[in-house]
Structure formats: C-alpha cells, structure tokens
C-alpha cells in the first residue's frame, strides 16, 4: 500500500485470534450450544491476562537481577 511519496504504510489492527476466539464462543454460549461455565467461555482472555501478568513479573525479576 503506497501513500504517493513512495513510503509505503503496514497498517496492523483489528480483533485478533483471542478476540475472535472469545466472541466464538460467547455467540456459542448466548445461543445455547454450549452449556460450558462463564469461565471457560471467558478463558480466552483469562489466560491471555494470566500470561501477560507472569510474562511482566519474569522480565522484571530478570531485569531486577540482571541489575545489581
């Protein structure tokens, strides 16, 4: 995609897998064709939260250690 100065422009956005994932299976759920808890409908973005929490803490245990 060029913008006319020959730069050209990579625009990334959008929903994503784990928020396509998520909006799956809330439809799913909200339709009655899976009977699953709240929890697990959710747990894309549960776990998505989870690992980027214990993702910050490492790097910043590393970095912590790595400093002294």
């Known amino acids: 995609m060029s913008n006319g100065n020959g730069n050209s422009n990579v625009n990334s956005g959008g929903i994503g897998f784990i928020g396509l994932l998520t909006i799956v ?11 699953w808890s709240w929890f697990w409908v959710l747990s ?9 929490i214990i993702l910050i803490v490492v790097l910043g245990l590393f970095y912590y250690k790595n400093r002294e």
């Open 44 to 52: 894309p973005i549960i776990f998505s939260f989870i690992f980027v």
């Open 25 to 35: 299976f809330l439809v799913l759920k909200l339709m009655n064709i899976i009977t």
